[in-house]
């Protein structure tokens, strides 16, 4: 509806999620420092790998903030597929994105056979539903 009445089709996206962002942003900061507080581990948010941790925090606020960027401009596009089908392509790559991260960062290491198998589960059905929402 923004573009219709003439906000530019990169901006309009970002009129919608910049605010959402924000406030979901500071819920899961306050909870998430709230439950640093309770586990007593506050002090792995400075003293374990900080230059490394808190590099991967932005790079990974900078991709959002890129995917959402591009999705919204995309969504604008002739011949985009209906918004329902193309929101789950959306967050089904978010979730396999950083399940493939934490693969590759090795965080999955302690993890059981069930766990590996809970994963590749997860990950199948992901792709099978993309798979359908393609075809239908």
Do not use: D, K
Not at 69 to 80: E, F, K, V
């Amino acid at each position: 509806h923004l573009v219709r009445g003439g906000v530019s089709p990169v901006l309009a996206p970002l009129m919608v999620w910049v605010p959402l962002g924000l406030g979901s942003a500071l819920v899961a900061l306050i909870f998430g420092f709230w439950c640093a507080l309770r586990s007593h581990s506050v002090r792995s948010l400075y003293q374990s790998h900080p230059w490394r941790n808190w590099s991967l925090v932005t790079l990974m606020g900078a991709l959002g903030f890129g995917v959402l960027l591009l999705y919204g401009l995309g969504s604008t596009a002739s011949g985009h597929p209906p918004r329902n089908v193309s929101w789950a392509v959306y967050m089904a790559v978010f979730i396999l994105a950083g399940n493939g991260i934490g693969l590759l960062t090795r965080e999955w290491n302690h993890g059981s056979a069930g766990t590996y198998a809970q994963l590749a589960t997860g990950i199948a059905l992901l792709l099978g539903a993309i798979g359908a929402l393609a075809s239908s």
